[in-house]
């Protein structure tokens, strides 16, 4: 018996079953991580009875450095093309079909610094300009759908929202549900 608590009725529905949360992703995601972490370590295991345990640690501090490398200049890349953009008539001009952008080139970083065959691989694939494309256009075909609303993918289809005109509006965001703040336009005196 609780006081004060006002009891809610049940969020089950009428079949007497818990409400379902997350899905097959749910499940598979952490088995998914498991098999690769297993995989990547049975491949580092293969790799050292062949040439030696040596050899490993050389290939997982050079992918942790090589990875450091190619974020570092992703993002010195993604810096200097916000500051041109921020200064007065300064427009970048779009990457070239070769170049993209900068978030697949950071991926392909951060996957080599992962310790791990498989993961190198992976980021390699994002760092080779054809392969780099190809995953580019599936990004944009698959993020480029309707996405269902209330899903992440509703909010990034939001968030890339613009005018057609390219204008950017400035302004500033008031909320309904809080109080207005008092204004202070000057030193304010006692009374």
Request: aromatic share 4%.
């Amino acid at each position: 018996m609780t006081f004060g608590v006002p009891q809610q009725p049940s969020q089950q529905p009428s079949d007497g079953r818990p409400p379902r949360r997350g899905g097959r992703a749910r499940k598979l995601v952490p088995l998914g991580v498991a098999a690769w972490a297993v995989l990547e370590i049975w491949l580092l295991v293969l790799v050292a009875d062949a040439a030696g345990g040596l050899t490993v640690l050389a290939l997982l501090v050079g992918g942790v450095i090589a990875g450091s490398y190619v974020i570092k200049r992703a993002g010195r890349r993604a810096w200097k093309r916000l500051t041109v953009s921020l200064q007065p008539g300064g427009a970048v001009s779009e990457p070239t079909p070769g170049s993209g952008g900068n978030g697949l080139t950071m991926l392909g970083g951060l996957l080599i610094i992962l310790p791990g065959l498989l993961s190198d691989a992976a980021g390699l694939l994002c760092l080779f300009p054809p392969t780099r494309a190809l995953l580019r256009k599936g990004l944009e075909r698959r993020l480029g759908r309707p996405a269902a609303p209330g899903t992440l993918g509703d909010a990034f289809q939001q968030a890339r929202m613009s005018r057609p005109d390219g204008k950017v509006v400035q302004g500033e965001v008031i909320r309904d549900d809080q109080p207005p703040a008092p204004r202070q336009d000057g030193p304010q005196l006692p009374r």
